[in-house]
Each structure stands twice: as C-alpha cells, then as structure tokens.
C-alpha cells in the first residue's frame, strides 16, 4: 500500500501561482510514476501531469505544459506541483496518484494509490 497525502491547495487569483504538495509514505518504492489528476463538479477526473521514478522524465497534458511544473523529492518522499498562470476554469479537486505499472498511462485507471485530494480555486 501506498499513501499519499497533498497539500497546498487553496484560493488563487486568475493568472495567480499555486504549489501543490503530495507526501507520500508506506510501499513507496513501489511507485513507478506519480502523477497529479483534478476533476471538476460535473466532470471526469483527468490527467495533468506525471513524473517518473527516478524524476528524469516527466508527462503533461497538452493544455498545461508550460505553465505547470512537476517535480519530486525522492529524499522527503515528496511530488510537487508548481502551477503558474493559473485560470479559473482550473477550478477543480486536485489529486496525487502512485502507479505500479512499468508503462505511464495518462488516465486515471493507470494508476492504483490516490490521496484525499485539494481544492483549487481560480477566481476571476
């Protein structure tokens, strides 16, 4: 088992940063990729990006490459999200995910460990 706790989350202005935390603790090593989802009231959970093991490689969902940043800490056994321009139709529950599988698969049947979730909120 895998447990993932985030943090960061909170109200942020349109064009605003945000620095999402996930701390993850048990199996760790079991992870291959982290990977952060959000899922807006109404909408399916969807990928935004993820991060492979060793951190060298990292994944981003067409809209947010630029703009969102993602990184770990294997030291502090910690994935970050840096969100910068954030918009207001990025309004969502933000989660971390931990994946066992050998191949990334950006939804979020692809990965088997989910936290709690964080609320973002962009305001106009």
């Known amino acids: 088992q895998v447990q993932l706790v985030e943090s960061g989350g909170g109200l942020v202005q349109a064009g605003g940063a945000l620095r999402l935390s996930c701390a993850a603790s048990?199996?760790?090593?079991?992870?291959?990729?982290m990977g952060w989802f959000r899922q807006a009231p109404g909408k399916e959970r969807e990928f935004v990006a993820a991060i492979s093991r060793s951190g060298f490689s990292t994944y981003y969902a067409d809209s947010e490459k630029g703009r969102f940043t993602i990184s770990r800490d294997n030291a502090k056994n910690t994935v970050y999200l840096q969100m910068n321009s954030l918009q207001p139709e990025e309004t969502a529950v933000y989660y971390c995910a931990a994946s066992s599988a050998s191949t990334l698969v950006r939804n979020s049947g692809g990965f088997r460990y989910w936290g709690q979730g964080t609320q973002v909120t962009g305001s106009s």
């Open positions: 048990g199996r760790t090593f079991s992870a291959t990729y």
